[in-house]
């Protein structure tokens, strides 16, 4: 039933050679099967580089951070390039990001410090969509009288209700806090417009881009948004959160903090000491991207983008633009690569009988969702599928990934949530005909 396609004539323009090389983790057998990374939403894998990065800051920079010595200096100059390397992944100024252990203690933090400044009545957006980490750090606001106001979904295609965002955003609204892509059904959001909307009333927008790093380009300065959180264990880098928040916020608003540690931004937002193997690994997640958007031949003809720069007020260096072009460059490559292994996945599954699919399954409406899809699928409950695949070598997930609204909404949470198939660049047409035969013979219907 699916019919192996040669790999290359459908993704010419990424060298998934060359990609899978780079990912040493991927050559893992297990339990005599290739094993097949399909768990990308919950952290991808990382490349050669990534790994060399952190030894090589444990082997010759491991310290605190400004010591009047060698490798204090060494950490304080890798945290800056790695800032500078999260600029020019956003498309913003480097003193605009700042690290922490991962998205959601970065959220819960600025959370706190927004709360600061609202009164008993104001106004909190979230929707239905999001994972939790857009949810509960916002809702915490609620012991200081702030009402939370959630936006709906369409079920029929876990697509936002943007007639109820529209409705909930109003002028008590201080806050709009919105994820770009579903880690659940995979769904784009319409960010771009919601932060419009959110403007229009005088609210701070606030943008979940978790789920989204991994598949597409993120512009803040496009976008407008006035804070947007990233993981870089989910785009190929080591465990860690790192967030951007317009410089003109990140100067006023007041973050907790210790005395004697600096209050300048970005420095101010971060609390502790950070990981710092972990945020060299960062800077070369960040390389490794860069350097795939070299290598692809999509790159070459992709337009030069004019507004990239280390600063908004400096104008943009020449090694700033490369990177940043090389980057929009490689997004071009993977997501061309990666939607048609979501067509060839998607297509499949719903060829499965007693397949239940959740979120965008139309191909006309593609541009809307990134490729993670989730499932049920009749008399088999989601662990039950999980482990079916994973004692195969297949690696999906099974639960509600914290995306606890969605599942509660869409009635599965007490029924083991839905299991999620998430296709990211380095994955190949085999594995996902693989991940289907093996569905057709849980199914009962092997081919
Ligand atoms: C969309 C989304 N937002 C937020 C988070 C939380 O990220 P972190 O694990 O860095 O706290 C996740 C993690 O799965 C996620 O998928």
Known sequence: MHTPIVERQSTHALDLDW??????????IVNGQPATFLDGPAGTQVP??????????????????????????????????????????????????????????????LARAIGRELHPGDEIVVTTLDHDANVAPWRVLEECGVVIRQVDIRQQDCTLDMDDMRRKI???????????????????????????????????????????????????????????????????????GVMYGKREHLLRLRPYKLRPAPDAPP???????????????????????????????????????VNAGDAPDAPAGEATLRRRQAILNAYQAIRRHEMT????????????????????????????RVPTVAIRL?????????????DRGIFTWDGNYYALNLTERLGVEKDGGILRIGVVHYNMAEEVDRLLSALDELAGRKN
């Not at 990609?19 to 893992?28: E, G, H, M, N, T």
């Not at 008590?172 to 959110?198: C, D, F, H, K, W």
């Not at 800077?283 to 337009?303: K, N, P």
């Not at 499949?348 to 541009?367: M, Y």
């Open 19 to 28: 990609v899978r090389a780079q990912f040493p983790s991927l050559k893992q």
């Open 267 to 305: 420095d101010r937002w971060e609390t502790g000491t950070q990981t710092h193997e972990c945020i060299a690994g960062v800077a070369a997640a960040i390389d490794y991207l860069a350097e795939l958007g070299r290598h692809s031949s999509a790159g070459r003809s992709f337009s030069p983008e």
């Open 341 to 368: 292994l979501a067509a060839r996945l998607i297509a499949g599954l719903l060829e499965i009988p007693g397949l239940r699919f959740f979120g965008i399954s139309d191909p006309v409406q593609f541009a809307h």
């Open 170 to 240: 109003r002028p008590l609204t201080r806050l709009v806090a919105v994820g770009y892509a579903s880690n659940a059904v995979g769904t784009i959001n319409p960010v771009e417009q919601i932060v419009r909307l959110a403007h229009a009333v005088g609210a701070l927008a606030f943008v979940d881009a978790v789920h989204y790093a991994p598949h597409g380009p993120i512009d803040v300065r496009a976008l407008d948004c006035d804070f947007l959180a990233c993981s870089p264990y989910k785009f190929f880098g080591p465990h860690m």
């Open 48 to 109: 050669q580089r990534v790994i060399d990065a952190v030894r090589d800051y444990y082997e010759h920079s491991n310290a605190n951070t400004c010591g009047a010595f060698a490798t204090s200096r060494q950490s304080d100059a890798i945290i800056g390039s790695a800032r500078a390397a999260i600029a020019d992944l956003f498309n913003c100024a480097s003193d605009e990001v700042f690290f922490g252990p991962n998205m959601t203690t970065l959220t819960f933090a």
């Open 378 to 390: 009749a008399n088999h409950n989601p662990l039950e599928i999980a482990t079916f695949l994973g």
